[in-house]
């Protein structure tokens, strides 16, 4: 397998995103709140003179929140859905690997916020890491997308 996989750090877990779908990567400063938005998605930001949507990729596993205020500095990969940018906010990026397998169905109990955005668990020259569903961040939880 030649796939480029983007290994970022979600709530304290290192995580592989696949590069393929990964526009860029930023840095957030300031959000605009939304009103009456689902819980996980953070605000809004600008890039470039385009509106991106930011998701607190935290939130959206149901693992707390992540602290937007006080002027911190937080990254990002940039991602195109269904003809919309969303900003996935993380904890870290740290760099881009080859994945060396196939992704395999993960036998082992994650957690639920693990087990919803899992597409399966990739062998890289660092070890294993766990593929992460980009739609699966962007709908956060299923009691989220119901409200």
């Known amino acids: 397998m030649n796939e480029l996989l983007l290994i970022v750090t979600i709530a304290g877990d290192r995580v ?7 526009e860029s990567v930023i840095e957030l400063d300031a ?12 605000g809004l930001s600008a ?3 385009r509106v991106l949507t930011v998701i607190d990729c935290q939130r959206a596993l149901g693992m707390g929140a992540t ?10 990969a940039v991602v195109e859905m269904d003809g919309h940018h969303y900003a ?25 916020g693990w087990e919803r955005v899992s597409a399966g668990m990739v062998e890289t020259q660092e070890g294993p890491l766990l593929l ?10 299923q009691e989220m997308a119901a409200a």
Request: glycine residues 6%; aromatic residues 2%; hydrophobic residues 50%.
């Open 88 to 112: 996935l906010s993380v904890d870290a990026v740290e760099d881009v690997i080859e994945a060396l397998s196939e992704p395999k169905q993960v036998r082992a109990a994650m957690g639920e």
């Open 16 to 22: 592989a995103l696949p590069a393929a779908a990964v």
């Open 67 to 76: 602290s937007f205020g006080d002027g911190q500095i937080h990254e990002a």
């Open 132 to 141: 992460v569903s980009i739609e699966a961040i962007v709908e956060g939880r």
């Open 31 to 42: 959000l605009i709140p939304v009103p009456r938005a689902p819980d996980h998605l953070a």
């Open 47 to 49: 890039l470039r003179s």
